[in-house]
């Protein structure tokens, strides 16, 4: 517009200054003319290179970074588009390393043995991989787009305590054992929050049992050493008969007899402890589930007397079949049948239910249940909550479902109502 204006004004003037030689207006009007030329082409060139800068961004706003421009063989121009293809070449280097990156940290995450889940600024759930949805036994519809405190599970409220760059171990059903971790990274300059959910089950299960398969074997051998040469001794001196004629020695002959039996109930106990550590290979075979625990319970149900217990047997038409040891299904159903009459003070009811379809055994009871501070330490050895408890009942039950690769839990769902779960 400045340039129109200029010229026009010009072609004005020499209209006006040299009207009456035409010779001089016309050579003026061809100056003009020239002027115009030379100016439109100066416009050209300082408008080229805009034009140019203005596609280079526009192709950067739409993250183009394939779009490069050729010489034109102007010092200048060329300086400038050389500038620009280099930019664009290191920008398409950058973002090729940046997707290989972020290819890389998703096929990590989501083949990483951790459970990871990845919050927004607002710990809402946006990112989950399939080894956290294994460990919480959920969907991913269930969990992604929504917040961590609106999904009940017990490792995420657990999750909710932790602040970020802390980390806490806890058990589950006195068996499955988890790490957990929280921490954070910079989006945009804010801090969002990652959780991280390591399965220890395993490990501490086999850390546990090394340990007390030592102090129980340390514990029998001193044991059967010291009772071994007393209760020879004992015996010798009840067999020599001249002892015992005076009536003033019948009192230490009835001692003795006491000491010899509680030899042998200690013998007992000791051994009880070494089933536990030399518990042999499942000797596999084909069993029925449904016989072997009507069995056991319909034993067990015709010896208590003491208590008025009632049992519910609700099971499918169809038998359930598992590949499994007999003799060790058999003890750990005792053992677990024995610990819910036991739960229950006077009266109660004991259901068991075997689902074919899910292939799962669930023993109930209305017993006292289990109080949060002992639901950790159920399945640890030498912990019982009687009196009188030795602590190997349960011991010797997550041995024998562990070496069967059976999945198992015990919790109180709500007052009145305990579950040992068995899913074969």
Do not use: C
């Not at 990112?127 to 009940?152: C, D, F, M, R, T």
């Not at 806890?170 to 399965?199: N, P, S, W």
């Not at 169809?318 to 229950?344: F, M, T």
């Amino acid at each position: 517009m400045f340039v129109t204006i200029l010229h026009l004004s010009a072609l004005v003037l020499t209209f006006f200054i040299f009207n009456e030689q035409k010779i001089l207006f016309i050579v003026s009007e061809v100056f003009v003319l020239i002027s115009v030329i030379i100016s439109w082409q100066l416009y050209n060139q300082l408008i080229q290179p805009l034009k140019m800068l203005l596609q280079g961004a526009e192709a950067i706003k739409d993250r183009d970074f394939n779009i490069k421009f050729l010489t034109t063989g102007k010092y200048e121009m060329d300086e400038l588009i050389h500038v620009y293809n280099q930019m664009i070449d290191q920008l398409r280097t950058e973002r090729t390393k940046q997707e290989q990156q972020h290819f890389f940290l998703e096929k990590l995450i989501y083949t990483s043995p951790t459970g990871i889940m990845i919050l927004d600024y607002e710990n809402i759930i946006k990112q989950v991989n399939p080894k956290a949805l294994q460990l919480l036994g959920l969907s991913e519809n269930e969990i992604i787009n929504k917040p961590v405190e609106a999904i009940g599970s017990p490792v995420l409220q657990q999750v909710q305590l932790l602040q970020s760059g802390e980390s806490r171990v806890i058990t589950l059903h006195g068996v499955l054992t988890y790490k957990l971790q929280k921490a954070h990274f910079i989006d945009r300059g804010f801090a969002r929050h990652f959780i991280m959910i390591e399965e220890l089950t395993v490990e501490i299960l086999a850390a546990e049992k090394k340990a007390y398969g030592k102090v129980i074997r340390m514990m029998a051998h001193e044991v059967n050493n010291t009772i071994g040469p007393v209760n020879s001794i004992v015996q010798s001196a009840l067999k020599k008969e001249s002892l015992w004629q005076d009536e003033s020695s019948k009192t230490i002959q009835g001692a003795l007899e006491v000491a010899l039996e509680r030899n042998y109930s200690l013998n007992i106990f000791m051994r009880n402890f070494a089933d536990v550590v030399r518990l042999p290979q499942p000797h596999k075979t084909s069993i029925n589930v449904n016989s072997i625990v009507t069995s056991v319970a319909k034993l067990l149900e015709l010896n208590e007397s003491k208590k008025q217990i009632t049992f519910i047997y609700l099971f499918d038409e169809r038998p359930l079949y598992v590949v499994a040891d007999k003799q060790q299904v058999e003890q750990a159903v005792l053992n677990i049948i024995k610990n819910a009459i036991e739960a229950i003070e006077s009266t109660g009811t004991i259901s068991i239910t075997i689902n074919e379809s899910l292939k799962q055994l669930i023993i109930a009871d209305t017993g006292s249940g289990i109080e949060d501070a002992d639901a950790e330490q159920l399945f640890t050895p030498f912990f019982s909550t009687k009196n009188d408890g030795q602590g190997i009942g349960l011991t010797l039950v997550k041995e024998i479902l562990l070496n069967h690769g059976f999945q198992f839990s015990l919790n109180t769902k709500q007052p009145g109502d305990t579950r040992f779960t068995i899913n074969f």
